[in-house]
Nanobody, 127 residues
Framework: QVQLFESGGGLVQPGGSLRLSCEAS????????MAWFRQPPGKDREFVAA????????SYAGSLKGRFTISRDNARKTLTLQMGNLKPDDTAVYYC????????????????????WGQGTQVTVSS
């Protein structure tokens, strides 16, 4: 099992950028499919982006592609989410998640497949 620790959240103005990090303990990230999810206030948790284990191929929620970039540093055991042109609707608690499962692309957005979760980091987009 891997422990996940998110950081980098905060208050940012609309149009601004923010970089979230997720540090993992234990095994190399190469053996994990990693993802970011978020939970806006009063709403269900939703998929943001994922990167498959080994291949490193990425997948994004359609509405976020082009503004958000997910990346993984296996050596440093760090997952990153670079967010740009932020909007008030991006306000949420952002969670890092991991699974050893080899998920097919259509399953990446389903949180039920991820057995490891961080505690979350708050991102607030407001002027």
């Amino acid at each position: 099992q891997v422990q996940l620790f998110e950081s980098g959240g905060g208050l940012v103005q609309p149009g601004g950028s923010l970089r979230l990090s997720c540090e993992a303990s234990g095994r190399t990230l190469y053996d994990y499919t990693m993802a970011w999810f978020r939970q806006p206030p009063g709403k269900d948790r939703e998929f943001v982006a994922a990167v498959k284990k080994r291949s490193g191929s990425t997948s994004y929620a359609g509405s976020l592609k082009g503004r958000f970039t997910i990346s993984r540093d296996n050596a440093r055991k760090t997952l990153t989410l670079q967010m740009g042109n932020l909007k008030p609707d991006d306000t949420a608690v952002y969670y890092c998640a991991a699974t050893t499962g080899g998920l097919i692309t259509s399953s990446l957005a389903e949180d039920r497949w991820y057995e490891n979760w961080g505690q979350g980091t708050q991102v607030t987009v407001s002027s």
